[in-house]
T-cell receptor, first 113, second 117 residues
């Protein structure tokens, strides 16, 4: 079955600290992988995506993610977190003709001053 | 580019009434749009896939007659919640797929918060 797991429901980091949000997926074919961010009461904004090629992808707002096929993971990282990064982050997997996205349950990021 | 809008951003209605939510792709044509529902502190659940010029495809457990979807043009899809009840209160988000030929990516609207009294 296709699924996405985000093990961390809630993470708190200090401003300026590094960040890593975990994402594991289960998908039968070669996956398309996405990270989206959602601010309170807002829609989702695409941070980055992986389709093929270089397994380290760069996104907006200084985020990057690394696709590791052997670990079925696509973790999101940022070297130095800013207070404005506080939001909820969703990992998603999709692909195929239907292009349906399957979302993880999200990780809520809090940033301490 | 790839901007998706939704209208209204929030709506309050009485139980038993119908509510229409619009989803528009502003700077591109979208043959496929998706409708999601999100409950508080939960992830997005796909409700249906909306295809321009054809019937929507609903996910298992989603009532077709309650959630009417019309994809009338390449830039507009509408979701009508018919005979709304308090349990329909939720955050509804649409997305539009960037057309074939480019990378397969969904861009999301800002969402519509529905409160049924």
């Amino acid at each position: 079955a296709q699924s996405v797991t985000q093990p961390d429901i809630h993470i708190t980091v200090s401003e300026g600290a590094s960040l890593e949000l975990r994402c594991n997926y289960s998908y039968g074919a070669t996956p398309y992988l996405f990270w989206y961010v959602q601010s309170p009461g807002q829609g989702l904004q695409l941070l980055l995506k992986y389709f093929s090629g270089d397994t380290l992808v760069q996104g907006i707002k200084g985020f990057e993610a690394e696709f590791k096929r052997s670990q079925s993971s696509f973790n999101l990282r940022k070297p130095s977190v800013h207070w404005s990064d506080a939001a909820e982050y969703f990992c998603a997997v999709g692909g195929g003709a239907t292009n349906k996205l399957i979302f993880g349950t999200g990780t809520l990021l809090a940033v301490q001053p | 580019g790839a901007v998706v809008s939704q209208h209204p951003s929030w709506v309050i209605c009485k139980s038993g009434t119908s509510v229409k939510i619009e989803c528009r792709s502003l700077d591109f044509q979208a043959t496929t749009m998706f409708w999601y529902r999100q409950f508080p502190k939960q992830s997005l659940m796909l409700m249906a896939t909306s295809n321009e010029g054809s019937k929507a495809t609903y996910e298992q457990g989603v009532e077709k007659d309650k959630f009417l979807i019309n994809h009338a043009s390449l830039t507009l899809s509408t979701l009508t919640v018919t005979s709304a009840h308090p349990e329909d209160s939720s955050f509804y988000i649409c997305s539009a797929r960037v057309p074939l030929g480019s990378t397969e990516t969904q861009y999301f609207g800002p969402g519509t918060r529905l409160l049924v009294l």
